[in-house]
């Protein structure tokens, strides 16, 4: 039997097929140019290379977070917990220091609760079977409830360590970021180095793209699934302490709906909500592109805060649309 | 062959679900070096042995001996391990990886813990050659036809070193060119001694490359023959059974007359119906108080064409007529309204809803129709629900009990009761029988008469040849997705003659061009 | 063949019981705490008490969670409930503080009117995302969830408006033969709903599209069209929440109204047994779950704890709840009891039912 004739006809992925994976990607970076472009455009001070920088270091705690959740969305999960660990960590950190343990314990303690509560989501999820919304929302109470229960109202954090951080400016030519820049980036790298070229990572990818198949290859599908919650817990809790390293404080209500914000920035940035599909680089550009329009709102002055929401709004709307039609295009 | 050791022996494998006897003492043995094929209806038993060996299901009884040893797997991942490797009919992998992620993924070459993704790509491709499949690796699986997938799962299972690789009706979705392909593969695996344990609903192509054949009926072994001792006719008869005894007999009526009710306009005339993948163009009339009995093996086509006539799936190609109009049917909204009921076979999962009640199952489709502004009355739901659960005895006589309760048989019959009361013209029966004990079986065969005797026209398909027989005034055959003939159910009519039709695709023909 | 026949069930089998269990046991812990807690005394013709506040508090959960209810059954989520509820209460209190007369019983009603038409597009908007294009309700209903909150501040320009109106405080405060009219306008919609799903057959039918969905379509059930119609029932609901919000303090505040009571309908449906998965669905249980969060609130408040602290007994309840009643931990726990209940049934995996021997 003569393979030759028959394998083109069966084998030959058509042209357009190639760029397609990175089609929401693509689309997101085009975006955030354009409105870096039309930043530029009106404003002069836009062009100054410190307004990036500044969207780093006023997003960098939404961007680790939104990492996080990258993992848990790519297994097609989600967790509503994050903002609140986000508070939680801060809060227990600021609490901690001012009963006076050293910085380096308390930052142990702070970065140690956020996987823990992650794992036992995840282990809840995994072996009880019951939905990720509503068991991430219980860990969203509890950790929110945490927190008020620990104050009531915001603490400051005095800590030498702490203030040393958020103080602390490191000059790139004639602009500078600060430290939780540099975090910031060193998480995005291990995230991106995990995703792709651990077990781990294609494993996660695996279960998100289809989980009966991923059993049936005999892949450690719940393993996976509670370290995916963990991973999301362990960027929360360093999240939260680079917001306590911004704010020099833990408030009971602070980071609220920070979970919405870190689900559209993954969206955004082209990650599939059903699971499967992503990069880390996407979120990347997803937490950019949010972080410019605020900018871009900050920069016009005439337009209000609530129009960041409705623009947010109107993006996620607009990627869910994409999404979808290359869901239906693929059948 | 019979001079080597089996490189798998199974032993009295009995498993059993609540109420239903899935396996009954199976034997089973596979060499090193053949492709055996495993043949049986729904029912037989085919899937749960499969899933028994591979660790899915504990079983009950039995030994499972792997080179000699006794297993027992807890599940794939096991199974695999040691050299058991499955490609099921849906292609258990992820359309979102690379083709060569898919092969290696769980045992991707490592570097220092990090994936090497070059190696991993020289490999598949090394593996794929093996296969004479020349595909680019680097790109998503899902891109690919389903054939190319499936050689990927085939793939594989290959790479973890398999000795024993057992193909779930691979073939289910793929047409003659891939199929080609996929055969030559399962040569080639053989000929470097891998035993394969491959289960088709295909006979042409169990008699192309099957060394050996198992027949499972209703969960026991009926046989192991070589392929060269046993006919096709002889295939198809043990995997069909001949239930006659064991079955309460009705009125016997030798055949039924078609002249008499073959008159007038048709209820419904399919000509030239068609949809690609599922079935190909075939023509058929059902008159008023007329049963077409359908036969054909499990995977003929004889649900798709069910399905067709319904609605449930879109025709994309020939005309159908209700009562001498043309219609489009473009749902089952559209079908009911042309007083058309279908009865899936798969009651489960399309067919009741669980949660909801006996009382709610059976109106459901009448209130569907009434729009659910207009509730029926609940006198009048009662009134219905009574008779109805009277006339075809479900039991328990609890209209409020969840449907999920019920057994198969009482399942079925509320199934059938929810389309009664719609009244319909033409009711298409798909697998009406199947899973439910035998007085209930009589009891639906004997309203399938009085229901066409009142002048109602159905469709009636069933695996059980002896049924469609009795129910019919005409017969249908379906065989690899064609309509092949249409019989008469005359004196000259019987299981015989309509066996070697499935088995041959035509009669006193020698093979059929398909 | 044997029948698979349902175990009897009991008291405790009842679906109901653990939930009333649950709220009993919180109503007797603040008799306890606060023996003051059962009394209830007339003043001025009015009921007052602490048991009447729980009642007049839980009014607008009860509202929210009662078109969530529907949303569940048919298999999906409501999540941007929270957000229009703060649109509805904006647009009726921009409408009221826009008028000269804001007294006027006419200008309140046109008000009422127009919020609730708005909410109602919202629903459609959410219901047309998710029945006609076809995209995840949980995803859809995040696009409003978002957005929504952006547009109630952008109606109350960023602001709170504040209003003096007797009639539209009414709505909150105000009472109705004896009772708090919130109460009262709980109870009416309860029955609305009520008699909207179970005296037509559209209970039923938003059941068998959340119970099976393939079978419901081979049935002739037209599925679009009642999602359409529980999203937008789910937004009418809110909008009724949204008035008695901002009636009760007078104001609307686009950025904080309505916040996270998405979260609370979701856990009030759960608990009240109704299955996130879909399928039958439960009125009375959810005004107990309801309940149970309004007195879990208000009992954290009568023991001088921060509210948000409530936050943490909240989370227990969820857990507890939903491990009750979930099928893998009753499994558990029932294989640790011994070995006499029955293997789960494998159906799942299995084709089709094997035939019978």
């Given at each position: 039997m003569s393979t030759t004739q028959l394998t083109p006809r069966l084998g030959r992925p058509t042209w357009w097929r190639l760029p397609r994976r990175q089609v929401p990607v693509l689309v997101s970076l085009g975006l955030l140019l354009l409105m870096y472009g039309i930043g530029v455009s009106q404003y002069r001070a836009f062009s100054n290379i410190q307004v990036i920088f500044n969207v780093f270091i006023d997003n960098g705690f939404l961007l680790v977070v939104a990492i996080g959740m990258t993992f848990v969305i790519l297994t097609g999960g989600i967790d509503l917990s994050v903002g609140s660990v986000v508070a939680m960590t801060a809060m227990v950190s600021a609490a901690l220091l001012r009963e006076g343990l050293p910085s380096a314990l308390v930052l142990l303690i702070a970065l140690l609760i956020g996987p823990t509560l992650g794992f036992v989501m995840g282990c809840v999820i995994h072996f009880f079977d019951i939905q990720p919304f509503i068991v991430t929302l219980a860990g969203m109470f509890f950790a929110r409830g945490l927190c008020t229960w620990i104050s009531s109202v915001s603490v400051p954090i005095s800590d030498g360590f702490w203030t040393a951080a958020a103080q602390e400016r490191i000059r790139i030519g004639d602009n500078f970021v600060t430290v939780s820049v540099l975090i910031t980036v060193a998480v995005v790298a291990l995230a991106a180095y995990t995703l792709a070229y651990t077990r781990l990572g294609r494993n996660v990818y695996a279960i998100g793209g289809n989980p009966q198949s991923a059993l049936l290859m005999g892949l450690p599908v719940g393993r996976t699934r509670i370290a995916v919650y963990t991973i999301s817990g362990l960027c929360s809790a360093i999240g939260g302490i680079l917001l306590s390293f911004y704010t020099l404080s833990g408030a009971p209500l602070i980071a609220v709906g920070m979970e919405l914000d870190a689900i559209a920035a993954v969206v955004i940035g082209g990650t599939l909500l059903t699971g499967g599909a992503g990069y880390v680089l996407g979120t990347v550009l997803g937490v950019l592109v949010l972080g410019v329009i605020q900018t871009l709102i900050t920069f016009d002055g005439t337009l209000n805060s609530w129009w960041t929401k409705i623009v947010i709004g109107g993006l996620l709307f607009a990627f869910i649309l994409l999404q979808r039609l290359i869901a239906i295009r693929k059948k | 062959m019979s001079d080597r050791h089996p490189v798998l022996t199974m032993t009295a494998i009995s498993k059993f679900f609540p109420g239903v006897r899935a396996l009954d003492g199976v034997d089973f043995r596979l060499f090193p070096g053949e492709v055996h094929a495993l043949m049986g209806e729904n029912g037989a038993g085919k899937s749960t042995l499969i899933k028994v060996l591979t660790g899915v299901y504990g079983s009950d009884a039995g030994t499972i001996m792997l080179d000699g040893a006794p297993v027992s797997f807890t599940g794939p991942r096991q199974a695999t391990a040691a050299g058991v490797s499955t490609v099921y009919q849906e292609v258990n992998l992820c359309p979102n990886l690379s083709v060569a992620e898919n092969i290696f993924i769980g045992r991707q070459p490592q570097r220092f813990g990090t994936v090497n993704w070059r190696e991993m790509r020289r490999r598949a491709g090394t593996l794929l050659a093996r296969l004479d499949l020349d595909i680019d690796v680097g790109e998503l699986l899902g891109g690919y036809s389903l054939a190319v997938q499936q050689m990927v799962a085939i793939a594989r299972a290959v790479d973890v070193r398999a000795r024993v690789l057992i193909l779930d009706e691979p073939t289910s979705s793929l047409d003659a060119d891939e199929v080609a392909q996929l055969m030559r593969i399962m040569r080639q695996l053989r000929d470097e001694g891998i035993a394969i344990l491959f289960v088709t609903h295909f006979l042409d192509q169990v008699y192309e490359i099957a060394d050996r054949i198992t027949v499972l009926r209703n969960g026991r072994l009926v046989g192991e023959y070589p392929t060269a001792d046993l006919p096709q006719y002889a295939l198809v008869e043990k995997m069909i059974g001949k239930e006659l005894d064991t079955l309460e007999r009705l009125d016997e009526q030798a055949g039924r007359d078609l002249a008499a009710v073959e008159t007038g306009v048709p209820v419904v005339e399919a000509t030239g119906l068609a949809r690609t993948g599922s079935v190909a163009p075939f023509s058929l009339t059902i008159h008023q108080g007329e049963v077409v009995g359908m036969a054909g093996l499990l995977g003929s086509g004889r649900t798709e064409v069910a399905r067709l006539f319904f609605g449930a799936d879109r025709a994309d190609r020939g005309r159908l007529a209700v009562d001498g109009q043309p219609v489009t049917i473009r749902g089952p909204v559209a079908a009911i309204d042309r007083n058309i009921a279908f009865c899936s076979e798969n009651r489960r999962t399309e067919g009741l809803v669980g949660d909801l009640s006996v009382r709610e199952n059976i109106i459901l489709a009448m209130q569907a129709a009434r729009g659910w502004l207009r509730p029926v009355p609940r006198r009048r739901q009662d009134e219905l629900v009574r008779r109805y659960v009277e006339a075809l005895s479900i039991r328990p006589n609890d209209p409020d009990m969840p449907v999920r309760n019920l057994s198969g048989g009482n399942q079925q019959k509320v199934l059938l009761a929810r389309w009664l009361i719609t009244e319909p013209r033409l009711l298409i029966l798909d697998e009406p029988t199947r899973g439910i004990d035998i007085g209930a079986k009589a009891e639906i065969q004997r309203l399938v008469v009085q229901l066409s005797d009142g002048g109602m026209a159905v469709l009636f398909i069933s695996a059980e040849l002896e049924e469609v027989l009795r129910l019919s005034h005409k017969v249908a055959v379906m065989r690899d997705r064609q309509l092949v003939t249409q019989l008469a159910n005359d004196d000259s009519l019987d299981a015989e003659r309509v066996m070697r039709v499935i088995a041959s695709g035509a009669e006193q023909k020698g093979r059929d061009q398909a | 063949m044997t029948t698979w026949k349902a175990r009897l069930p009991g008291v405790t089998g009842h679906r109901l019981f653990w939930p009333v269990v649950v709220l009993v046991t919180l109503v007797a812990a603040n008799a306890v705490y606060r023996p003051s807690f059962l009394a209830i005394e007339v003043k001025d013709g009015h009921l007052y008490g602490s048991l009447i506040d729980i009642l007049r508090l839980s009014a607008p959960l009860i509202l929210v969670a009662l078109g969530m209810t529907l949303v569940i059954a048919t298999g999906g989520i409501d999540l941007s409930v929270g957000s229009v509820v703060a649109v509805s209460g904006a647009v009726a209190c921009l409408y009221i503080s826009r008028q000269p007369d804001q007294g006027d019983?006419?200008?309140?009603?046109?008000?009422?009117?127009?919020?609730?038409?708005?909410?109602?597009?919202?629903?459609?908007?959410?219901?047309?995302?998710?029945?006609?294009?076809?995209?995840?309700?949980?995803?859809?209903?995040?696009?409003?969830?978002?957005?929504?909150?952006?547009?109630?501040?952008?109606?109350?320009?960023?602001?709170?408006?504040?209003?003096?109106?007797?009639?539209?405080?009414?709505?909150?405060?105000?009472?109705?033969?004896?009772?708090?009219?919130?109460?009262?306008?709980?109870?009416?919609?309860?029955?609305?709903?009520?008699?909207?799903?179970?005296?037509?057959?559209?209970?039923?039918?938003?059941?068998?599209?959340?119970?099976?969905?393939?079978?419901?379509?081979?049935?002739?059930?037209?599925?679009?069209?009642?999602?359409?119609?529980?999203?937008?029932?789910?937004?009418?609901?809110?909008?009724?929440a949204g008035f008695m919000m901002t009636a009760n303090v007078s104001s609307a505040d686009g950025n904080s109204a309505g916040l996270w009571v998405e979260l609370d309908a979701i856990l009030a449906v759960v608990i009240g047994g109704t299955s996130l998965a879909g399928g039958r669905f439960y009125l009375s249980g959810t005004i107990v779950g309801a309940l149970i969060i309004q007195t879990l609130t208000t009992s954290v408040y009568a023991m001088n704890i921060d509210p948000q602290t409530s936050l943490l007994f909240k989370a227990m309840v969820v857990i507890v709840v939903c491990l009750i009643q979930a099928p893998a931990f009753r499994a558990r726990f029932r294989r640790r009891r011994g070995a006499a209940a029955p293997p789960p049934v494998p159906v799942d995996q299995q084709k089709e039912q094997v035939a019978a021997p």
């Open positions: - | - | 019983v006419g200008t309140v009603l046109t008000a009422l009117v127009i919020a609730a038409g708005v909410a109602l597009l919202l629903g459609a908007w959410n219901g047309m995302l998710v029945a006609v294009i076809g995209i995840q309700p949980i995803i859809a209903t995040l696009i409003l969830m978002v957005a929504g909150r952006g547009l109630a501040q952008l109606v109350t320009s960023g602001q709170i408006i504040t209003i003096n109106s007797s009639p539209y405080r009414m709505i909150g405060t105000g009472h109705l033969l004896t009772l708090p009219f919130a109460i009262i306008l709980a109870l009416a919609v309860t029955l609305a709903v009520a008699v909207l799903t179970r005296r037509t057959a559209l209970g039923m039918i938003i059941e068998a599209v959340g119970g099976n969905a393939e079978a419901s379509r081979l049935a002739g059930i037209r599925a679009r069209r009642v999602k359409l119609l529980v999203y937008v029932v789910s937004a009418a609901c809110a909008a009724v």
